[in-house]
């Protein structure tokens, strides 16, 4: 009678996998047999099962669709501000150098 009950329940998930795939529900697919061994054990209605199984594919649908248009809004790439650099402590150290006089031009003077 369990080699039956095997038999059919690999059926059954055969089967759901098949619509899963044919209605494009992924997440139902990769989760409907974890979810209903978790749903046995609680001892959930079907209606229980159904919805949570839902409610998982709903959440994954909206975290993917969240993914998905943040990279086709193709945002520019996050630019942190790097600390300062010890320029003026470098400078500090350097001994004092006198400038040049600036060249003026003499207007007139051959």
């Known amino acids: 009678m369990s080699a039956r009950t095997n038999a059919q329940t690999a ?23 974890a979810m209903a061994t978790e749903a046995t054990r609680e001892q959930q209605t079907p209606t229980a099962y159904l919805a949570a199984l839902l409610q998982a594919e709903m959440a994954e649908r909206a975290e993917r669709r969240e993914r998905r248009r943040l990279l086709e809004a193709r945002f520019p790439a996050i630019k942190r501000r ?9 400078r500090a150290l350097r001994p004092h150098r006198a400038r040049r006089p600036r060249r003026t031009r003499l207007l007139g003077v051959a």
């Open 11 to 33: 059926a059954m998930e055969a089967l759901i996998e098949a619509h899963a795939t044919e209605l494009k529900l992924p997440t139902v697919k990769a989760r409907f047999r």
């Open 82 to 90: 790097e600390p300062p650099r010890a320029r003026t402590r470098r």
